[in-house]
């Protein structure tokens, strides 16, 4: 580290975890620090894996006061590896996307008068009306996402409008279930956040906008008008369109930039500079995109709970089954993603359930070994039926399919012959099939967006980056890198679960070195080094292989489009 330069502080609010680092203008890491939600204040909020659920009615939630606690936390603990926090020039972060902050009529004058002397939780109770924050993983909006379709005609038409179709953890469909579940509460709060602006405001002390690309998990913003969708304001907040708007306040166009300087709060308890700035936050995928510069054709999947998949890409080609979002630094560029729920958590069910699974030193040996030892789609030898399986734990995203297990087999050659197996095959078979199933999916859904990296090659991505917890894992790596291909190789991020928070610091550095028009792919295309950052840890695509995958695609879409028609969620 140099003695003097400016530091760039990132954060990542996640579902289980909220992790900081700290780099220098270089991109070079300085330090960093995390709390773990469960380990750090489970006993305290009864939360499991960072959140509480309500099972009756499908909701998902967070107490906003263990963020609070957290983000005391995590500065402390930066502060404890001597970090010189007064050498921050700026900030920003990533946060879970869709969750929603409710802030009371006090809350502006709460947080703007935050002293020193007592930590943010019990100064900033009264500043919410709301003590939760819906999480992305709630699935108790499915009236209010039909009523999203209706408004706009179909879900094609919605998703033309919003970049997406309705989805449950969408924060437009979840503020109109809360205003109609909880009208007091509604009535009684001033101002809504996103997680993003959220904690942007804590740093601000005072109510941040929200961010250009964030907003875009909503279902209300107009992506093609650039403003609030007008029916669906007035929907969202019962024909009171004008009332929700100001609770939702102005969007932030810049993704860069300051927004004013960081509360007295953190300049006295934690010793950050009073001209430290406070950029615009944005949410965990955006900020994934940011962690290094994507080239068109590059993948990024994030193996975090949720598993994601994100391109960078000029065209808007919304479709219901997926994702656009207005790009977080870089206007006419938007983000592709695909979100499933059951990703890592998933992945941990069928490893629990594993033959021999031991509890004591590497938890995954086993689910590694199987998903290793079995050979693609479990076809061991000639005219062997090609393996195929859904794994949902929890109600599905895309596809929109309640939880359940279901496995078929076809012809391992054409994809013919589907037809659902009654008797589960052995469990360790599973292993290598929930990645498959997981990867089979994503190819689907992204095929469209691909085309051919080199002459003779198939469509494909270029490179596929991983991050998030289970990119440290070398059988779901070698796995993705099986069925998704990857012309230039898969690669892994070297800060593994920490790629949102360094996308934050990331962004931090452009916000406030940026020169004129300059953008941030130029700004960090230049400091970036790719040694020592990535680490290849599969070829990608393989001759053989990755057709193998492709001679049952049809049969996997038809398999979902099976299983849809008797598992909906409803
Ligand atoms: N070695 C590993 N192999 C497979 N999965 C892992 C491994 N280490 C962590 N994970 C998974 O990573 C997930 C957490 O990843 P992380 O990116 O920190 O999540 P989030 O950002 O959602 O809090 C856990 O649910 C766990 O299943
Ligand atoms: O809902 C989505 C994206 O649409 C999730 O990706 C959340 O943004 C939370 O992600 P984690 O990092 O906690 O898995």
Redesign the pocket.
């Given at each position: 580290m140099t003695d003097n330069g400016p530091l760039y502080l990132g954060f990542d609010l996640?579902?289980?975890q909220l992790k900081a680092i700290v780099i220098q203008s270089d991109l070079s890491i300085v330090s960093s620090a995390k709390v773990d939600f469960d380990q750090d204040f489970g006993a305290k909020y009864k939360i499991k894996k960072g959140v509480l659920v309500n099972e009756e009615e499908g909701e998902v939630f967070a107490p906003v006061a263990l963020w609070l606690e957290s983000l005391d936390l995590v500065l402390q603990r930066l502060q404890e590896q001597n970090t010189p926090l007064s050498r921050i020039k700026g900030i920003s972060g990533s946060c879970?996307?869709?969750g929603s902050v409710y802030w009371s009529h006090e809350a502006e004058q709460l947080l703007g008068g935050l002293t020193e002397d007592k930590p943010l939780v019990d100064q900033l109770t009264g500043a919410f009306s709301h003590p939760f924050a819906p999480n992305?993983q709630d699935h108790s909006t499915q009236h209010e996402c039909d009523k999203f379709e209706e408004t706009m005609g179909t879900a094609e038409r919605l998703a033309q409008a919003t970049g997406s179709a309705a989805h449950h953890?969408f924060t437009g469909t979840q503020i109109m279930r809360l205003r109609r579940k909880l009208p007091e509460m509604y009535t009684s709060t001033s101002r809504i956040s996103l997680v993003s602006s959220f904690l942007a405001s804590l740093f601000l002390g005072s109510i941040a906008p929200m961010d250009i690309s964030d907003v875009c998990?909503m279902n209300l913003w107009d992506i093609p008008s650039n403003n609030w969708s007008a029916p669906l304001l007035d929907l969202a907040s019962g024909g009171s369109p004008d009332d929700l708007r100001a609770k939702l306040g102005e969007v932030r166009q810049d993704g860069g930039g300051s927004m004013g300087n960081v509360s007295g709060y953190f300049v006295k308890k934690y010793n950050f500079s009073p001209d430290c700035g406070v950029a615009p936050f944005t949410?965990?995928?955006p900020a994934t995109i940011l962690a290094l510069p994507l080239r068109p054709l590059d993948a990024i999947v994030?193996l975090?709970?949720?598993t994601?998949f994100l391109m960078s890409t000029p065209v808007y080609k919304p479709d219901p089954s997926y994702?656009f979002f207005n790009h977080p630094t870089t206007p006419g560029q938007y983000m592709f993603?695909l979100?499933y729920k059951n990703?890592g958590l998933a992945r941990e069910k069928v490893r629990d359930v594993l033959p021999e699974a031991s509890s004591a030193g590497d938890v995954w040996e086993k689910f590694n070994k199987f998903a290793l030892e079995t050979p693609p789609l479990d076809v061991r030898k000639e005219g062997d039926r090609a393996k195929l399986g859904l794994y949902f734990y929890l109600p599905e995203i895309v596809p929109n399919i309640r939880a359940g297990t279901w496995r078929y087999t076809c012809d391992a050659k054409t994809g013919e012959g589907l037809e659902e197996v009654k008797e589960p095959w052995g469990k360790e078979v599973d292993a290598r099939a929930i990645i498959e199933s997981q990867a089979l999916s994503m190819r689907l859904r992204s095929q469209k967006l691909v085309t051919a990296p080199r002459e003779g090659l198939p469509a494909q991505p270029g490179r596929v980056y991983l991050v998030?917890g289970g990119s440290l894992n070398p059988a779901i790596t070698r796995v993705l890198g099986d069925v998704l291909g990857g012309a230039d190789g898969v690669y892994k991020l070297d800060v593994g679960g920490n790629a949102?928070a360094l996308g934050g610091a990331y962004k931090a550095v452009w916000a406030f070195e940026r020169g004129e028009g300059e953008t941030f792919d130029e700004l960090i295309g230049k400091r970036w080094k790719e040694e020592g950052a990535i680490q290849r840890v599969d070829e990608g695509y393989k001759e053989g292989v990755f057709e193998k995958y492709g001679n049952v695609l049809g049969a996997f879409e038809k398999m979902e489009e099976e299983i849809l028609k008797v598992a909906k969620n409803t």
């Amino acid at each position: 580290m140099t003695d003097n330069g400016p530091l760039y502080l990132g954060f990542d609010l996640s579902t289980q975890q909220l992790k900081a680092i700290v780099i220098q203008s270089d991109l070079s890491i300085v330090s960093s620090a995390k709390v773990d939600f469960d380990q750090d204040f489970g006993a305290k909020y009864k939360i499991k894996k960072g959140v509480l659920v309500n099972e009756e009615e499908g909701e998902v939630f967070a107490p906003v006061a263990l963020w609070l606690e957290s983000l005391d936390l995590v500065l402390q603990r930066l502060q404890e590896q001597n970090t010189p926090l007064s050498r921050i020039k700026g900030i920003s972060g990533s946060c879970q996307q869709h969750g929603s902050v409710y802030w009371s009529h006090e809350a502006e004058q709460l947080l703007g008068g935050l002293t020193e002397d007592k930590p943010l939780v019990d100064q900033l109770t009264g500043a919410f009306s709301h003590p939760f924050a819906p999480n992305w993983q709630d699935h108790s909006t499915q009236h209010e996402c039909d009523k999203f379709e209706e408004t706009m005609g179909t879900a094609e038409r919605l998703a033309q409008a919003t970049g997406s179709a309705a989805h449950h953890r969408f924060t437009g469909t979840q503020i109109m279930r809360l205003r109609r579940k909880l009208p007091e509460m509604y009535t009684s709060t001033s101002r809504i956040s996103l997680v993003s602006s959220f904690l942007a405001s804590l740093f601000l002390g005072s109510i941040a906008p929200m961010d250009i690309s964030d907003v875009c998990g909503m279902n209300l913003w107009d992506i093609p008008s650039n403003n609030w969708s007008a029916p669906l304001l007035d929907l969202a907040s019962g024909g009171s369109p004008d009332d929700l708007r100001a609770k939702l306040g102005e969007v932030r166009q810049d993704g860069g930039g300051s927004m004013g300087n960081v509360s007295g709060y953190f300049v006295k308890k934690y010793n950050f500079s009073p001209d430290c700035g406070v950029a615009p936050f944005t949410g965990d995928n955006p900020a994934t995109i940011l962690a290094l510069p994507l080239r068109p054709l590059d993948a990024i999947v994030s193996l975090g709970t949720s598993t994601t998949f994100l391109m960078s890409t000029p065209v808007y080609k919304p479709d219901p089954s997926y994702h656009f979002f207005n790009h977080p630094t870089t206007p006419g560029q938007y983000m592709f993603m695909l979100c499933y729920k059951n990703g890592g958590l998933a992945r941990e069910k069928v490893r629990d359930v594993l033959p021999e699974a031991s509890s004591a030193g590497d938890v995954w040996e086993k689910f590694n070994k199987f998903a290793l030892e079995t050979p693609p789609l479990d076809v061991r030898k000639e005219g062997d039926r090609a393996k195929l399986g859904l794994y949902f734990y929890l109600p599905e995203i895309v596809p929109n399919i309640r939880a359940g297990t279901w496995r078929y087999t076809c012809d391992a050659k054409t994809g013919e012959g589907l037809e659902e197996v009654k008797e589960p095959w052995g469990k360790e078979v599973d292993a290598r099939a929930i990645i498959e199933s997981q990867a089979l999916s994503m190819r689907l859904r992204s095929q469209k967006l691909v085309t051919a990296p080199r002459e003779g090659l198939p469509a494909q991505p270029g490179r596929v980056y991983l991050v998030g917890g289970g990119s440290l894992n070398p059988a779901i790596t070698r796995v993705l890198g099986d069925v998704l291909g990857g012309a230039d190789g898969v690669y892994k991020l070297d800060v593994g679960g920490n790629a949102c928070a360094l996308g934050g610091a990331y962004k931090a550095v452009w916000a406030f070195e940026r020169g004129e028009g300059e953008t941030f792919d130029e700004l960090i295309g230049k400091r970036w080094k790719e040694e020592g950052a990535i680490q290849r840890v599969d070829e990608g695509y393989k001759e053989g292989v990755f057709e193998k995958y492709g001679n049952v695609l049809g049969a996997f879409e038809k398999m979902e489009e099976e299983i849809l028609k008797v598992a909906k969620n409803t």
